[in-house]
């Protein structure tokens, strides 16, 4: 070919009977002495390698991050239904409270008042009756309870033993036409 360097062909060799077209030439192996020689240097060195045994350092310390963020979201999601266990309490208790707060005659007409001290008395008797602690106040014609619910932890038992859920309800009472 003009203006490119010419290599040397060799007739015998398959490669250039033909350069346009691409023969196939086996492959020669590797005599069996140094064959073994390999093998042998391959499996000390990965026997020897820095890296042996990190996989079981990095399981060993996740593990105990990962129990710990699932224990995070079970023993919160705990708190957050002990809280609206409190709220549905606090809300019958002061629903409750206002009704045993008033006298057995209801007046046709006109403010209607309430016992603070029934009152109290029955929203505590509901709390009671729930399993759950908390305080009444009774201010005019509307009852608020505040209720707190404990939750026992499951995973993080270890660090916290329970978690409260807080809740609040009022009621009021409203007269006739």
Same mark, same amino acid.
């Given at each position: 070919m003009p203006g490119q360097s010419q290599r040397h062909r060799d007739p015998g060799n398959p490669r250039h009977q033909n350069p346009n077209q691409h023969s196939v030439v086996p492959r020669r192996r590797l005599p069996a002495e140094m064959r073994?020689? #390999?093998i042998t240097r391959i499996r000390k060195t990965l026997l020897t390698a820095k890296e042996r045994g990190d996989a079981a350092v990095?399981? /060993?310390? #996740? /593990? =105990?991050v990962l129990i710990l963020i699932v224990g995070l979201v079970v023993d919160s999601a705990g708190q957050f239904q002990a809280a609206e266990q409190a709220t549905t309490v606090a809300q019958g208790a002061a629903r409750a409270?206002?009704?045993?707060?008033v006298n057995a005659?209801? =007046? +046709? +007409?006109?403010? /209607?008042?309430? +016992?603070a001290g029934q009152a109290i008395a029955a929203a505590?008797?509901?709390?009671a009756a729930a399993g759950v602690s908390g305080s009444v106040e009774v201010s005019g014609q509307t009852v608020t309870v505040t209720a707190q619910k404990e939750y026992k932890t499951k995973f993080l038992s270890l660090f916290i033993d329970t978690l409260t859920g807080n809740g609040t309800g009022s009621a009021q009472l409203l007269s006739g036409p």
């Open positions: 073994k020689h #390999l990095a399981f /060993v310390l #996740l /593990v =105990p409270g206002a009704n045993g707060g005659k209801l =007046p +046709s +007409s006109g403010a /209607v008042n309430i +016992s505590n008797k509901y709390l």
